[in-house]
């Protein structure tokens, strides 16, 4: 047995368990009507507390509460809002994985739907043309700015290529292999589908904030502007 079948085997008591519960329509209506919340408290603290800040950071934290939900309003509400008492490694690294997060994921998506729904290739094919998706979705978030900024295309693909493969990797490793593990012959209509692909999005993200963090601490890459600096949240510290 290989290395992948001995790790499919391992994580078989997890799916055994979380298939049957990402399996109930009543837990898919629930989650999208949690979503449906986030984003619109999201949208409300954004125009009320946070014009602030970029559009693009705007897009990228919308992107991140409809993968993530509540999960992802967290993250906004600890790092991204220009209330912080204070910036840290940490925020720094959540912010850039957000960023690489709101790209990748829908990147993942597009790969999913296109490789194992539509074209209904096998598991191999669908983690590699997935991976694929995420990847360019991901590279093209970082290098596009870039270039807006003035950069050249060679060294804004140069930046883009060390900073972003080591996160983005990770990320789609364990975003696309639970989501397979869990769902790998569900279809787009079945309730598992959707859950097992939330679910995955938010693993991936978790597992990536470590290299985000180490990252940012050792200067690969820069991070993401303190929000508090883009206005005035410092008399309204949210911690």
């Known amino acids: 047995m290989g290395v992948l079948g001995r790790i499919e085997r391992a994580l078989e008591p997890a799916r055994q368990v979380l298939t049957p519960i990402l399996s109930d329509p009543r837990l898919l209506a629930a989650w999208a009507l949690v979503v449906a919340v986030a984003v619109a408290v999201l949208w409300w603290d954004l125009r009320e507390r946070n014009q602030a800040l970029p559009s693009t950071m705007k897009g990228v934290w919308t992107l991140v509460v409809l993968y993530s939900g509540p999960f992802g309003l967290g993250i906004y509400w600890v790092a991204?809002?220009?209330?912080i008492s204070r910036d840290s490694l940490w925020r720094r690294g959540l912010r850039s994985t957000a960023h690489c997060y709101s790209g990748c994921g829908a990147g993942e998506i597009v790969g999913i739907v296109l490789a194992q729904v539509i074209l209904g290739l096998a598991v191999g094919w669908v983690a590699a043309v997935t991976f694929g998706f995420a990847y360019l979705f991901g590279f093209g978030l970082t290098v596009g700015p870039l270039l807006q900024e003035g950069v050249e295309f060679r060294e804004a693909f140069v930046d883009a290529l060390y900073s972003e493969t080591p996160s983005i990797t990770i990320m789609e490793v364990v975003a696309i292999g639970s989501d397979l593990l869990l769902a790998a012959s569900a279809h787009v209509t079945d309730v598992l589908f959707w859950l097992a692909l939330s679910l995955s999005l938010s693993l991936g993200f978790l597992a990536a904030v470590p290299v985000n963090v180490a990252l940012v601490r050792f200067g690969v890459k820069e991070g993401m502007q303190n929000p508090a600096e883009m206005g005035d949240?410092?008399?309204?510290?949210?911690?």
């Open 80 to 83: 991204g809002r220009t209330q």
């Open 233 to 239: 949240g410092g008399a309204q510290a949210a911690g």
